[in-house]
């Protein structure tokens, strides 16, 4: 008996463009999980461009390093740099996939402020130059490494209202950082200037504002001093996007940052690390249900996909994605729960969503699932991690 599958539609189809496109975003949805099974996660390579195009727009004074850590899959990496972006990077295995993708040395930097002399090695070695740091005992690391590696010292903003504050467990204060900065002076270790990351999914800009006068604080305080100029502010990431609430658009988002880094002098290097921002759009989720059950008046649907998967930023993110069937046009629709596939009680989607009335083996597609779900997803249980299908991939530059 043979299966006769319906065949990918022969034009790129924009997953965002929901609204002008329905049936064939549907089509596609529905022929890829034909093709491959679920659970799913269908990436595609239009929406990165586009989202990295508008952020280099709405910022231009600042170079973009995509960070890795969200999404590090080799498809956005050729993506961005068909496009001209530079690269975070925090690990080695993260400089190994850029590593083996072409992306030269000088287009990227290594942001994390703790490392052992073995990342350091291995990331000089690929070509990788410029290292954070935020206190006395990484700097010293630095000193067989002075005549290659610049620095740049992070400082800590502590930001309760982003979905992960990155500067509980990272960064020093201004005070610190001009100790640190005199230090390496006296070591002879050539500090670039500072970074800074202000949480992720960070939803007021001001957060950047408030952070750019202070470095611009101690970059001043650094002159002063009569210790050698800082040239470079790294922003960081958290650049946020639409989930459930409403953000402010990018261009918007970026307006005071801008204003605010006009107070640094042209030679200043402007640098950011956008990771969620440039990924979390791309990417959409395709579940299917495996079985149901009636509890409490509410119909529980069972995933092939769950917390331990592809929403593992349910917990380590503290996301909530948009979620949703197929429906015919006036279906009604019931209150219902979305739960993984795993055996434990903490694996659920949703608790509270109204749904058509599903079977089993229908569809459930997760929206904005590109940062932080992949890249942390697990195979508790032994369920497998859902697959990755690239769409509008880029061609190979290499032959
Ligand atoms: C995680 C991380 C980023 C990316 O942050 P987003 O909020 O995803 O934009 C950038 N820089 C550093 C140092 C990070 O740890």
Same mark, same amino acid.
């Given at each position: 008996?043979?299966?006769?599958?319906?065949?990918?539609?022969?034009?790129?189809?924009?997953?965002?463009e929901?609204?002008?496109?329905?049936?064939?975003?549907?089509?596609?949805?529905?022929?890829?999980?034909?093709?491959?099974g679920?659970?799913?996660l269908?990436?595609?390579?239009?929406?990165?461009?586009?989202?990295?195009?508008?952020?280099?727009?709405?910022?231009?004074?600042?170079?973009?390093?995509?960070?890795?850590?969200?999404?590090?899959?080799?498809?956005?990496?050729?993506t961005?740099?068909?496009? !001209?972006?530079?690269?975070?990077?925090?690990?080695?295995?993260?400089? =190994?996939?850029?590593q083996e993708?072409?992306?030269?040395?000088?287009?990227?930097?290594?942001?994390?402020?703790i490392?052992? =002399?073995?990342?350091?090695?291995?990331?000089?070695?690929?070509?990788?130059?410029?290292?954070?740091?935020?206190?006395?005992?990484?700097?010293?690391?630095?000193?067989?490494y002075r005549?290659?590696?610049?620095?740049?010292?992070?400082?800590?903003?502590?930001?309760?209202?982003?979905?992960?504050?990155?500067?509980?467990?990272f960064?020093?204060?201004p005070?610190?950082?001009?100790?640190?900065?005199?230090?390496?002076?006296?070591?002879?270790?050539?500090?670039?200037?500072?970074?800074?990351?202000? !949480?992720?999914?960070?939803?007021?800009?001001?957060?950047?504002?408030?952070?750019?006068?202070?470095?611009?604080?101690? &970059?001043?305080?650094?002159?002063e001093?009569?210790?050698?100029?800082l040239?470079?502010?790294?922003?960081?990431?958290? &650049?946020?996007v639409?989930?459930? =609430?409403?953000?402010?658009?990018?261009?918007?988002?970026?307006a005071?940052?801008?204003?605010?880094?006009?107070?640094?002098p042209?030679?200043?290097?402007?640098?950011?690390?956008?990771?969620?921002?440039?990924?979390?759009?791309?990417?959409?989720?395709?579940?299917s249900?495996?079985?149901?059950a009636?509890?409490?008046?509410?119909t529980?649907?069972y995933?092939?996909?769950?917390?331990?998967?592809?929403?593992?930023?349910?917990?380590y993110?503290?996301?909530?994605?948009p979620?949703?069937?197929?429906?015919?046009?006036g279906?009604?629709l019931?209150?219902s729960?979305?739960? !993984?596939?795993?055996?434990?009680?903490?694996?659920?989607?949703?608790?509270?969503?109204?749904?058509?009335k599903?079977?089993? !083996? =229908?569809?459930?597609?997760?929206?904005?699932?590109?940062?932080?779900?992949?890249?942390?997803?697990?195979?508790?249980?032994?369920?497998?991690k859902?697959?990755?299908?690239?769409?509008?991939?880029?061609?190979?530059?290499?032959?």
């Amino acid at each position: 008996m043979s299966i006769i599958l319906p065949k990918l539609p022969a034009a790129p189809v924009c997953l965002s463009e929901i609204n002008s496109c329905p049936s064939s975003e549907q089509e596609l949805i529905q022929t890829a999980a034909a093709l491959h099974g679920t659970p799913l996660l269908l990436l595609d390579c239009d929406i990165i461009r586009r989202q990295y195009r508008a952020l280099r727009q709405a910022l231009p004074e600042a170079a973009a390093h995509f960070a890795l850590k969200p999404l590090p899959h080799p498809a956005v990496v050729k993506t961005l740099l068909q496009e !001209g972006a530079n690269f975070d990077l925090a690990t080695n295995g993260e400089v =190994d996939l850029v590593q083996e993708l072409g992306v030269p040395g000088e287009k990227t930097i290594h942001t994390h402020p703790i490392k052992r =002399d073995s990342d350091i090695l291995h990331a000089l070695l690929y070509g990788c130059t410029v290292f954070v740091i935020d206190n006395l005992n990484e700097l010293e690391k630095f000193i067989p490494y002075r005549h290659e590696a610049e620095l740049l010292i992070r400082l800590s903003f502590r930001n309760a209202d982003a979905y992960s504050d990155l500067s509980k467990k990272f960064g020093c204060s201004p005070e610190g950082a001009i100790e640190l900065i005199q230090h390496a002076h006296r070591l002879g270790i050539y500090i670039k200037g500072l970074s800074f990351h202000v !949480g992720s999914q960070t939803a007021d800009p001001q957060k950047y504002v408030t952070a750019i006068h202070t470095c611009g604080e101690v &970059f001043r305080r650094v002159t002063e001093l009569g210790l050698p100029k800082l040239n470079t502010l790294d922003i960081g990431g958290g &650049f946020p996007v639409h989930y459930i =609430d409403q953000v402010l658009a990018i261009q918007e988002f970026c307006a005071p940052i801008r204003e605010a880094l006009a107070e640094f002098p042209e030679s200043v290097d402007v640098i950011s690390e956008p990771g969620r921002f440039i990924v979390a759009p791309a990417v959409i989720s395709v579940a299917s249900v495996m079985g149901q059950a009636e509890r409490d008046g509410k119909t529980w649907y069972y995933l092939d996909d769950g917390v331990y998967g592809s929403f593992s930023g349910t917990i380590y993110d503290h996301a909530v994605y948009p979620v949703e069937a197929f429906c015919k046009e006036g279906e009604e629709l019931y209150p219902s729960v979305l739960a !993984g596939p795993t055996c434990d009680s903490i694996d659920v989607i949703a608790e509270d969503i109204m749904l058509p009335k599903l079977n089993n !083996g =229908d569809l459930v597609i997760g929206r904005m699932m590109g940062a932080y779900t992949a890249a942390t997803a697990s195979e508790f249980n032994f369920f497998p991690k859902a697959k990755i299908v690239v769409l509008n991939e880029p061609l190979d530059m290499m032959p």
